[in-house]
């Protein structure tokens, strides 16, 4: 196992090779390893990382069983050759915390780093998750390999992806209908995904060729805005159902066996023969709630498989370009089911919504609350002279021709408000037997919650001269 950044747990594991490129950083790995008393299975060596895993690459017996990429700020140069050096199964993690990035503050950057354009527009989070899946199945697919995303999430400032490493030449054929380049409206979260393949024959001899498609023009239907191209990006699923759903099944057990009292230690509780008894993976997490919520949502987006729900649009952003006031989503999620779509929402946003309805659908159903509502009606004139229309639609109460649009359809249910996905539902006692109620979205664990400063020499020699000073104090 390889570990670019920190010492992980290592009581599962054969032999842990701990590398950076600092001196000082190779030292504190050291001081680590000898206060957690993991010498025998952990190495701290200095050095290249990319020159650590090329010289792991080629021999199958040398490969690594799993490589945890965790640097500060992008990964993209370490995965080329992390997708060489890990063996065939075997589990590649990723961390990148450079979100500005890949959420279209910089594009240049973007596209500089991931080969792909990030737009600031839409589901930037989720997007931002799949650019980095594509980026690493590319890095394999050239070496006759794929990947099979486990766990894919969007934390906070940054995100962390599990993928597993295959070498298959049948399923690299399967890469190219699982990426797909995104046309986002600039104005509203209309969004259009096009595959960039297509299974035309099934079997045991499946075959891929070019998607097709049905050319269209800015403007926007819907709005009149102008289309931006993003991606490529991975259009498909966000990890495994079983494997995430066998995590929150742990992290469930762990929160009941916690719920009510403070948490017994290992020794504590033993049995008849005073032994320490056996606990599940989960045992003496404290972000058991965190873990809990951001893998639950996961889990929901994973019932909406492949490319209909491959990005989700977010409600108050909808009704600020019909400028408008939001309706509960309980009451959204109700409407959509009613019609026969399938709903859920993102882990990466609470006000985000994932289905596999039209986006003309969702817009239909806005406009109609709206009308029911009073708060819009078709076909008025905007009290605005020319020079409030052109800014910014915070500013000039909608885009008309989104607003005047009458809707295709007008037959919604808004009769029910509450819905299983609410958190409030959950939180005033409609849970089931047993279960532990975890906010869907908890706040941040600490204040002032963000990246902290990039490692450098200056902060070792501070750090180093403050311990010494320290310990010749105690002396």
Known sequence: MLVIAGVLQVEAVREVVANDLAPEAVRTIRRNVQFAGSGDKVVANEGDAVMVMMQHSRDPAKQFDAVDLDPYGSAAPFLDSAV???????????????????????????????????????????????????????????????????????????????????????????????????????????????????????????????????????????????????????????????VVQRLV?????????TAGGKEETRESKSDEKGEASKHGYAYGLKSVPRLRALLGGLLEEL??????????????????????????????????????????????????IKTDAPVGAIWDLLRCHAIKQGTLVLNQESSNNEKQKNRKKKKSGGYPLLRNKAPTISDWDFSKETHRLCGRMKKTGALAEGEVYAPKFPHNPEKNWGPKRAASSKRFKKEEAERAKKTKTDE
């Open 303 to 352: 019932c909406l498989p492949g490319l209909p729900g491959a990005l989700h649009m977010n409600m108050v952003q909808m009704c600020q370009a019909l400028s408008i006031s939001t309706p509960p989503m309980g009451l959204v999620y109700n409407a959509l089911e009613a019609k026969g779509y399938a709903v859920c929402q993102s882990h990466t946003d609470a006000q985000a």
């Open 249 to 257: 099944d742990a992290l469930q057990e762990e929160a009941k066996r």
């Open 84 to 242: 060489q050096s890990v063996c065939d199964g075997g589990l590649l993690l990723v961390t990148c915390t450079d979100l500005a990035v890949l959420c279209g503050n910089h594009p240049d950057i973007c596209f500089a780093k991931y080969s792909a354009q990030a737009l600031k527009y839409g589901a930037r989070h989720e997007a931002a998750v799949r650019i980095v899946l594509h980026c690493i199945q590319a890095a394999a697919l050239r070496y006759g390999r794929c990947i099979v995303p486990l766990v894919a999430l969007q934390i906070d400032f940054y995100l962390r992806v599990f993928v597993v490493i295959k070498d298959s030449k049948i399923e690299c054929k399967e890469a190219a209908p699982k990426v797909a380049v995104q046309y986002q409206c600039t104005q509203c979260e209309s969004f259009f995904l096009q595959p960039l393949g297509r299974q035309t024959r099934d079997g045991p001899h499946p075959q891929f060729w070019p998607a097709t498609t049905q050319p269209f023009q800015s403007p926007c239907q819907e709005c009149g805005g102008e289309y931006q191209v993003g991606g490529p990006m991975y259009c498909h699923d966000l990890g495994d159902k079983e």
